[in-house]
């Protein structure tokens, strides 16, 4: 079997299966299979494959046609530009939560006072990791401290991991905890001069939602299930800004949320943060994605 006729094969495979992106996924598994980028199966597509690269590709397109994602697969993801590494354990990064890395950077861009960003929910990392590498070598920002949170001991050392491959494992600090729980209740993070930006994305799909994605249903339960209206986790979040907001003089966050949730998240933060601002920031496709919550203690 050649480069071509093992890309066929699967493509034929994945096709009556009703992927959608067959051909595409046929060359990423074989890539991955031979340890060659996608441009090497187009200059050598009479290339012969051995019997144990044939034998572990049809394995990883076995497990794709159980909807296994190609994330699991190859262990990557691709985030704002930079690998991460990926499991069973962390959620898949998506390219709509690289609108939270845009809107820190607006953020902060400009910024003469100390912030510490907290990444709450910080799974594989992407995001603080994403933060923690260009604003340093992008914009020149140094009066920044970096927070990753997370309750799973198993997804915090995946994003340790994925810290010390991009260089940033020592501008990171990452602790395990719910939510914001080790920043309120330690003093040392208790400074009127310092602005906190708290990013969180956090599980926000209800159980019909994932019993209705089978393509998300290998992920972590943990990372996906926001509770009954999926915002059980931002209700307590915002609980526990209030928290914050006594020791410090503005803070930020920023949340990601389904777009069905927007009228209930902007209830939410009337009730519980009614003296914040809220602005609601669409994603590349023009959806409704990301709460941004502005609180300043007077």
């Not at 609108?99 to 003469?112: D, G």
């Not at 992008?138 to 198993?154: E, V």
Request: net charge positive.
């Amino acid at each position: 079997m050649t480069i071509a006729q093992a890309i066929k094969f699967a493509t034929t495979k994945l096709i009556v299966n009703k992927f959608h992106n067959p051909y595409f996924e046929a060359e990423i598994l074989l890539s991955f299979v031979l340890k060659k980028p996608r441009e090497f199966l187009l200059a050598y597509g009479e290339k012969k494959l051995t019997k144990s690269q044939i034998a572990n590709f049809k394995l990883q397109i076995a497990k794709r046609l159980k909807n296994s994602p190609i994330a699991y697969i190859t262990g990557k993801k691709n985030f704002y530009g930079l690998n991460f590494f990926v499991n069973k354990n962390t959620l898949i990064p998506r390219p709509e939560t690289e609108l939270i890395v845009e809107e820190v950077f607006k953020l902060i861009r400009h910024n003469v006072q100390k912030s510490i960003i907290v990444d709450v929910g910080v799974g594989s990392g992407c995001i603080i990791i994403a933060l923690a590498k260009l604003l340093n070598t992008k914009y020149k920002i140094q009066n920044t401290k970096f927070i990753g949170i997370d309750i799973s001991a198993k997804a915090l050392d995946i994003a340790k991991q994925n810290a010390e491959t991009h260089h940033v494992n020592k501008k990171i600090k990452f602790i395990l905890g719910n939510l914001i729980e080790p920043i309120i209740n330690n003093p040392k993070y208790k400074r009127q001069n310092t602005k906190y930006i708290i990013i969180a994305n956090l599980p926000y799909l209800t159980s019909t939602q994932i019993k209705n994605s089978p393509t998300i249903q290998s992920e972590p339960f943990l990372a996906l299930y926001g509770g009954k209206d999926g915002l059980k986790y931002y209700c307590q979040l915002f609980k526990q800004l209030k928290q914050l907001n006594r020791s410090s003089t503005e803070n930020y966050a920023l949340c990601e949320i389904d777009p069905g949730q927007t009228n209930r998240i902007k209830q939410l933060v009337r009730h519980e943060l009614p003296q914040a601002k809220l602005q609601i920031k669409k994603d590349l496709s023009g959806l409704n994605r990301l709460a941004v919550i502005f609180l300043r203690n007077y």
